[in-house]
Nanobody, 125 residues
């Protein structure tokens, strides 16, 4: 069983930066693909980015490519999401997710086994 806890959300102006953290407990962290999803009001939860534990391979959706950076520290069992050049359309609840796998990074919500409680990110214009 893996427990995930996000932190670092908040209110930021457009063009600003924010770093989210997700601390994991339980399980062998390096065996998990870690991902960030987000859900805006009235919209479905969507994949943002993921990172593989075995080799730090990363994948980003086009909307955030070049602005967001995912990283992980296996020793600290923590995954990070550095968000730069934030836009109002980035406003959402951001969720950390974990999937026990050493293969490709899945982008579907139901592919992930464990979820954090979410952290709100609000970008003002």
């Amino acid at each position: 069983q893996v427990q995930l806890a996000e932190s670092g959300g908040g209110l930021v102006q457009a063009g600003g930066s924010l770093t989210l953290s997700c601390a994991a407990s339980g399980g062998t962290f390096s065996s998990y693909i870690m991902a960030w999803f987000r859900q805006a009001p009235g919209k479905e939860r969507e994949f943002v980015t993921g990172i593989r534990g075995s080799d730090d391979f990363t994948y980003y959706v086009d909307l955030v490519k070049g602005r967001f950076t995912i990283s992980r520290d296996n020793a600290k069992k923590t995954v990070y999401l550095q968000m730069n050049s934030l836009k109002p359309e980035d406003t959402a609840v951001y969720y950390c997710a974990a999937k026990y796998s050493k293969s490709g990074i899945a982008t579907m919500v139901n592919s992930y086994d464990y979820w954090g409680q979410g952290t709100q990110v609000t970008v003002s214009s």
